[in-house]
């Protein structure tokens, strides 16, 4: 579980940093809307994708077979749910949607670039170290004599 939220935090922390960035951009470019589209923007993407990792990390361990499959569905489907954002706040009055879809792609992009680099410097063993590994194994090739 520990590290799981480490995982998490080496994401999030770089999505956030992003996201405080497209808020100042987006408030110097289009106000005080612009900066609130930004910030609503960023929190959504760290809300969707912060679940979907930890649905995923969920389903890793209680079904590691699915793994695959589920990660592919899980992208998909949260992809999906941001353009539905974008398509529902399209012509809202309460923030800026320009600064609003903008912060959404930026933040989902600096997501996906944190998560990429945090596992390829994680440690993943590629053996199971609490497996017994006492025993020689109970099949074996054909025997070659001669």
Do not use: C
Not at 44 to 66: D, N, S, Y
Request: proline fraction near 4%; hydrophobic fraction near 55%.
């Amino acid at each position: 579980m520990r590290n799981d939220a480490r995982s998490l935090l080496h994401v999030v922390v770089p999505t956030a940093a992003v996201g405080v960035i497209a808020t100042v951009v987006s408030g110097v470019v289009a106000g005080g809307k612009g900066a609130l589209g930004a910030a609503v923007g960023t929190v959504i993407v760290i809300l969707f994708m912060g679940t979907g990792m930890a649905v995923l990390q969920w389903i890793a361990r209680a079904f590691p077979q699915l793994f695959q499959m589920m990660g592919l569905v899980l992208y998909t489907v949260q992809l999906l749910l941001l353009f539905v954002f974008v398509a529902v706040f399209k012509n809202t009055t309460l923030f800026n949607p320009r600064a609003f879809a903008i912060s959404l792609v930026v933040s989902t992009i600096a997501w996906i670039a944190a998560q990429a680099r945090a596992h390829m410097k994680a440690k993943i063993l590629y053996v199971d170290p609490d497996a017994n590994s006492g025993e020689s194994p109970k099949t074996r090739g054909p025997r070659r004599e001669g």
